[in-house]
Each structure stands twice: as structure tokens, then as C-alpha cells.
């Protein structure tokens, strides 16, 4: 059963940081690019990092670059990704969603073929 699993996020104040992980398991996720999503209320799901198999393309949208990592590990039956988040803002308040893509890295979400669930990162001014 393909299926990615989200855990982290929560509720953090202005400057804080958070992490979140997202499981990939039931297919050949280490052939698939990786990425984070996220959707404020009222707005569309936009682009915020993606990282390719082997983590030689990395790729973030301009507002987190210097304070996004995203990261991945191959290594395990199930891969793993993360995306660490430090200085947040309030207008990073957002549901984050992980993704997989049999495509180069992208930022269009048509082109990735999984999602996970969605988790809830608030940052409070």
C-alpha cells in the first residue's frame, strides 16, 4: 500500500522553528523526487521545497530560502523526508503537505503523483 505519513508541525511563535518528517512507504520511493507543499486558508496550494532521489537538486521557493532545509534519507526500507523550519513567520502559517514525483524536481503539484495527509504549522505573531 503506497502511502506517505506526515508528523511534526504545530503551533510555534514568530522566530521559532519546526520540523516536520513525512514517511514514504509501499513503492520505489528512493526513484522519486520529493517535495513540500502548503496551503494558507483562502489561498492556493503553492510550492515550498523539493529535493530530488539522491539529493543532488535541491529547490525552494524564494520566501524560505536561508530558513528551509529540506532533507532525505534513502537509506532505510522506507524513505524518509524532513523539512526543518527556522525563523518562521506568521505568513508561513499553513496545512504543509509531502509529495512524490517520478519527475525531476518541479514545482507544479499536477506533476507529483502521491500526497500526504497534511499538518498544520501555525506561527503566531
Known amino acids: 500500500q503506497v502511502q506517505l505519513v506526515q508528523s511534526g508541525g504545530g503551533l510555534v511563535q514568530a522566530g521559532g522553528s519546526l520540523s516536520l518528517s513525512c514517511t514514504a512507504s509501499g513503492g520505489t520511493f528512493r526513484r522519486y523526487s520529493m517535495g513540500w507543499f502548503r496551503q494558507a486558508p483562502g489561498k492556493e496550494r503553492e510550492f515550498v521545497a523539493g529535493?530530488?532521489?539522491?539529493?543532488?537538486?535541491?529547490?525552494?521557493t524564494d520566501s524560505v530560502k536561508g530558513r528551509f532545509t529540506i532533507s532525505r534519507d534513502n537509506t532505510k526500507n522506507t524513505v524518509m523526508v524532513y523539512l526543518r523550519m527556522n525563523n518562521l513567520k506568521p505568513e508561513d502559517t499553513a496545512v504543509y503537505y509531502c509529495?512524490?514525483?517520478?519527475?525531476?524536481?518541479?514545482?507544479?503539484?499536477?506533476?507529483?503523483?502521491?500526497w500526504g495527509q497534511g499538518t498544520q504549522v501555525t506561527v503566531s505573531s
Open positions: 529535493i530530488s532521489p539522491t539529493a543532488v537538486t535541491i529547490d525552494y
Open positions: 509529495a512524490a514525483s517520478t519527475n525531476s524536481p518541479t514545482r507544479r503539484n499536477y506533476d507529483y503523483e502521491y
